[in-house]
């Protein structure tokens, strides 16, 4: 059955924000690959002010070819610096442990955000969690625990956790809140047009906060893997991944929406060996595995 959009019942958008999520878990995942190639050569704050630039011109014009941009989608826009101050945590942080975090434990630490996300979705929109899900998310959060800490038991017990998980952490912190403030800030703009306002605001606000960086970037001495990142997290990793978690935000529970972040992980694996690096441990795979298995608990509970 579908899910309550503006009050009214409407029949599959449930099943269409499942399939929103699915591609989101895809495409986010090779921004960790990439991400890790490049983290070392560009500022954090300098890639991502970049990045929303060109996610925010995409955007623009993807909106003004469609549904066009009203002038009352900007009432309020205190809304966007909110959304779009979470995003910039979530993506300066998120290149920032990649200097010192392998792509699939920052990965696994990403998978921590459903269980965040249920608590926001909580505070903020009174969304219910039933023992099927908080059993879910349980075994997701325990699965991305393993694999953090490498499937080392010692290191588990001692909470031994490197600085690069630990920055992305409270990045991902960022990311849990952002998905239960969209139904709760959106107005009824479209998701192209919502999105447009996050991203020109994340761009506005790392420019601010960046301004240092960006200037001292000698960008045309890159490398070309630095522009490649660039391409990708601007085009897809930004622009087409804010509109469908946007999209999703509006017709699933904020644990749900964020529960394929479990498959992340999976797909990095993919990534990282199409990209030529060695497969995980097998002991550390049993972690990944748990957290695939937290998402069909989820999926199948609709």
């Not at 010192?100 to 909580?122: N, Y």
């Not at 998980?165 to 107005?187: D, K, Q, S």
Request: proline letters at 6%.
């Amino acid at each position: 059955m579908g899910r309550s959009i503006s009050g009214v019942r409407v029949p599959g958008e449930g099943r269409r924000g499942h399939l929103a999520m699915l591609l989101f878990s895809a495409l986010v995942a090779g921004s960790f690959s990439l991400g890790a190639l490049a983290a070392d050569e560009i500022s954090p704050t300098a890639l991502n002010a970049a990045r929303f630039a060109i996610a925010a011109a995409l955007i623009a014009v993807a909106a003004l070819a469609t549904t066009g941009l009203p002038r009352s989608a900007f009432r309020a826009p205190w809304r966007y610096l909110v959304l779009g101050g979470l995003f910039s945590i979530y993506f300066v942080t998120m290149f920032e442990g990649l200097k010192t975090a392998p792509p699939v434990s920052s990965a696994a630490v990403f998978t921590l955000t459903p269980l965040i996300a249920a608590g926001f979705g909580w505070m903020l929109e009174r969304q219910r969690m039933t023992g099927r899900i908080a059993l879910a998310l349980a075994i997701g959060a325990a699965g991305a625990l393993w694999v953090i800490f490498r499937a080392d038991i010692g290191a588990l017990l001692a909470f031994e956790i490197g600085r690069g998980e630990e920055i992305f952490f409270w990045g991902c912190v960022a990311h849990a809140a952002y998905t239960p403030m969209v139904p709760r800030l959106n107005r009824g703009e479209p998701p192209v047009v919502f999105t447009f306002g996050t991203l020109l605001a994340s761009c506005l606000l790392l420019f601010v906060y960046g301004w240092t960086d960006i200037m001292a970037t000698d960008w045309a001495a890159l490398p070309a893997i630095v522009w490649i990142t660039l391409i990708y997290v601007a085009t897809i990793g930004a622009a087409v991944t804010f509109v469908l978690v946007q999209y999703a935000a509006m017709r699933l529970p904020a644990s749900k929406v964020m529960a394929y972040t479990y498959l992340v992980p999976t797909w990095v694996i993919g990534w990282e060996v199409a990209l030529g690096q060695p497969m995980p441990p097998l002991l550390v795979m049993a972690g990944v595995g748990l957290t695939v298995l937290a998402l069909v608990l989820l999926v199948e509970g609709d």
